[in-house]
């Protein structure tokens, strides 16, 4: 059973550094497409970053410079290192699964970002 | 970057109704739509992709139809598990985008 679950979310200061987990379970991260959405309180999703089987990796444009995805194979666990926070980032961040051809499948709880003084 | 434009933001319904939702792209993205829905305080899940193909274990009165840049999302018979929020995804290029999401309400 594919199973993803998120973790390292919580408040954080503007200006700070948080780096958000997704355990994968039931499927080989590396193998896949994985991808960060994001959802402000009372908003709608918005798609933050991909990192493809190859380790290509994009970013939208309010992120780039900030975030970084990555992967460790050994941990089969995907990251998200969000870096000079913003309060327009707090939201929720659901990482996804996203076979080759296909949308996002399968997705996690969610882990909720805060960023406020 | 592909703009994705739902209608309505929100629809008011009662069981057994027929519902429609569309979804406009700001450029062709040939069949590379999804639809989700997402209940309060859950992960969206996944209904439609390819524009019209069922994911596994979604009831068959949810359908998709459309390419290029008009889709629609259609409930033949509105049950009471299908009150929810609903998004349209483009998966055309590495930027998804999506709808900005219809509330389906009850009437």
């Known amino acids: 059973e594919v199973q993803l679950v998120e973790s390292g979310g919580g408040l954080i200061q503007p200006g700070g550094s948080l780096r958000l987990s997704c355990a994968a379970s039931g499927f080989t991260v590396s193998s896949n497409y994985m991808n960060w959405v994001r959802q402000a309180p009372g908003k709608g999703l918005e798609w933050v970053s991909v990192i493809y089987s190859d380790g290509t990796t994009y970013y939208t444009d309010s992120v780039k410079g900030r975030f970084t995805i990555s992967r460790d194979n050994s941990k089969n666990t995907l990251y998200l290192q969000m870096n000079s926070l913003r309060a327009e980032d707090t939201a929720v961040y659901y990482c996804t699964r996203q076979l080759t051809g296909d949308p996002s499948g399968s997705w996690g709880q969610g882990t909720v970002v805060t960023v406020s003084s | 970057d592909i703009q994705m434009t739902q209608s309505p933001s929100t629809l008011s319904a009662s069981i057994g109704d027929r519902v429609t939702i569309t979804c406009r792209a700001s450029?062709?993205?040939?069949?590379?739509l999804a639809w989700y829905q997402q209940k309060p305080g859950k992960a969206p899940k996944l209904l439609i992709y390819k524009a019209s193909f069922l994911e596994s274990g979604v009831p068959s009165r949810f359908s998709g139809s459309g390419s290029g840049t008009e889709f629609t999302l259609t409930i033949s018979s509105l049950q009471p598990d299908d009150f929810a929020t609903y998004y349209c995804q483009q998966y055309n290029s590495y930027s998804q985008t999506f709808g900005q999401g219809t509330k389906v309400e009850i009437k």
């Open positions: 450029q062709s993205i040939s069949s590379w």
